[in-house]
Nanobody
């Protein structure tokens, strides 16, 4: 019901910047949290940043101060601005959309959608 398409990945030198975009379509009204995850070769997928419907952003310690997540509701798009890139940032970056419904104090995840991913390579 929700489709996510990432773009903006590529090759960049260390210290450079890159902006990733994630365009959502379908039943976008069902989304209340969107985020970016990444997975490097041979490693587990890890959280990079999330942004809630209220605009609250959270970041992994490894990217805090360098990355910024934002959204444009009119365009149904979420962005990840990546600055001061390091070789260890090299990974495939995935867009994620979630909906969590809380009933009587219990949270239920009713939506968990993923994009295909966009690769980011940071050279030294």
């Amino acid at each position: 019901q929700v489709q996510l398409v990432e773009s903006g990945g590529g090759l960049v030198q260390a210290g450079g910047s890159l902006r990733l975009s994630c365009a959502a379509s379908g039943r976008i009204f069902s989304i209340n949290v969107m985020g970016w995850y990444r997975q490097a070769p041979g490693k587990e997928r890890e959280l990079v940043a999330t942004i809630s419907s209220s605009g609250t952003a959270n970041y992994a310690d490894s990217v805090r101060g360098r990355f910024a997540i934002s959204r444009d509701n009119a365009k149904n798009t979420v962005y990840l601005q990546m600055n001061s890139l390091k070789p260890e940032d090299t990974a495939v970056y995935y867009c994620n959309a979630e909906r969590v419904t809380t009933t009587q104090g219990v949270a239920f995840k009713t939506l968990d959608a993923w994009g295909q991913g966009t690769p980011v390579t940071v050279s030294s």
